[in-house]
Every structure is written in C-alpha cells, then in structure tokens.
T-cell receptor
C-alpha cells in the first residue's frame, strides 16, 4: 500500500544552523507534497507545499525539494530559530484522490 | 475567516458512553476530513467527504465509529460505545477542490476514555 517514510524522527540543531528532513514515498502517482508544522498541543499548520511538476520551492527560510525519479522530497530550514522547534510532518497525495498519507513526523529542537 | 472549528476541545468520559465530536469546515470548502492522532500511530485518516458525501471510509477502525455530514457546514464523528483505546486527539480538516489545495486543520478534540 501507499507509504511515506520520514527521517530522522528527532533532530537537534544549534540556533542559526540548517535543518534537513527527508521523506520517501512509495506511490509514483503521488502528485502533491505538503509539509506541516505542529507545535505542542496545537493543530498541524501548512508551512510549504510542492507539486510534482516542480523540483524546488522556497519561502524565506524554508525550502522544499522534490526528486520524482527517486521518489523523495526534503524540507530545508535555514538560519533556524528557537521558534522553529516543533514536530514536522510530510505528506503525499495520491493522484485521483484527496487522501494524504502522512509521514511519522520529525521532532525538531533548536538549541539557543 | 474563522478557520475550521471543532468542538468540544476536550472530552473526558467513561468507557461505554457515546461520544460525539463536531466540526464546522471553512466556508466554501468542498472536502472535509477526519483524522486521529496518537503517539503510536501518528496521523491517521479516518474518513473524508466531498460535497457532504462520504468518499473513503477505509480508515474507520470499527463499526463503533460513524461519521455524518448532513450539510456543507457541519460534520460529526460518533463513537458508540467508546473504549479506552479510542483516547486520542481527533482533528477535522477541510479544503477546496483542486490538485494543490492544502488541507486546513482545526484545533482538534482531545478525547480521553476512562
């Protein structure tokens, strides 16, 4: 079945450093890949997304890259700040449905 | 826009009781999703609706779970009878129709079954 693997499960970085989270999906028909940030006790919030016909997308300190051939996509956060600390989820949406398959999440800690 | 509104925010009840969770999607959104989040299983899609019609309920764990969407602005997720293993955070999300339309989540209902 459809599966999204996410690594690492936890990540600690020093403030100002970069953080990279990687996801691999199994369904080659997946065509949309959102990333969500979830702070403790709060709802998942969309931070960036990418469609399958685009290789990279940036929004200030956040970027996402997509490699369709290898079926993986990554979230890059530069110049990390303490408020970036949260759990980050990747997801993949299968063509023809509106179902998201979520990764298992990455707990990012930015150390001041 | 008020966003997706869920109620109650917290629910504590005893095993065997009926639980009803409520969701009001963002106005104009065509799709509504119910998720369950636990530490062990992460974010799981339970069911989703398009224009009030259930499209995929393959994630509904058991017959004890049911969901309805009587109109475009309201949906319920019901558990009857509830069990301790149903304890989780339940999120509702909604989206417009479209290939790159993201899902917007509500604040969730934290459910504890004693």
């Amino acid at each position: 079945g459809e599966n999204v693997e996410q690594h690492p499960s936890t990540l600690s970085v020093q403030e100002g450093d970069s953080a990279v989270i990687k996801c691999t999906y199994s369904d080659s028909a997946s065509n949309y890949f959102p990333w969500y940030k979830q702070e403790l006790g709060k709802r998942p919030q969309l931070i960036i997304d990418i469609r399958s016909n685009v290789g990279e997308k940036k929004d200030q300190r956040i970027a996402v890259t997509l490699n369709k051939t290898a079926k993986h996509f990554s979230l890059h956060i530069t110049e990390t700040q303490p408020e970036d600390s949260a759990v980050y989820f990747c997801a993949a949406r299968h063509t023809g449905t509106y179902k998201y398959i979520f990764g298992t999440g990455t707990r990012l800690k930015v150390l001041a | 826009d008020a966003g997706v509104i869920q109620s109650p925010r917290h629910e504590v009840t005893e095993m065997g009781q009926e639980v009803t969770l409520r969701c009001k999607p963002i106005s104009g959104h065509d799709y509504l999703f119910w998720y369950r989040q636990t530490m062990m299983r992460g974010l799981e899609l339970l069911i989703y609706f398009n224009n009030n019609v259930p499209i995929d309920d393959s994630g509904m764990p058991e017959d004890r779970f049911s969901a309805k969407m009587p109109n475009a602005s309201f949906s319920t997720l019901k558990i009857q009878p509830s069990e301790p293993r149903d304890s989780a955070v339940y999120f509702c999300a909604s989206s417009f129709q479209g290939i790159d339309q993201p899902q917007h989540f509500g604040d969730g209902t934290r459910l504890s079954i004693l």
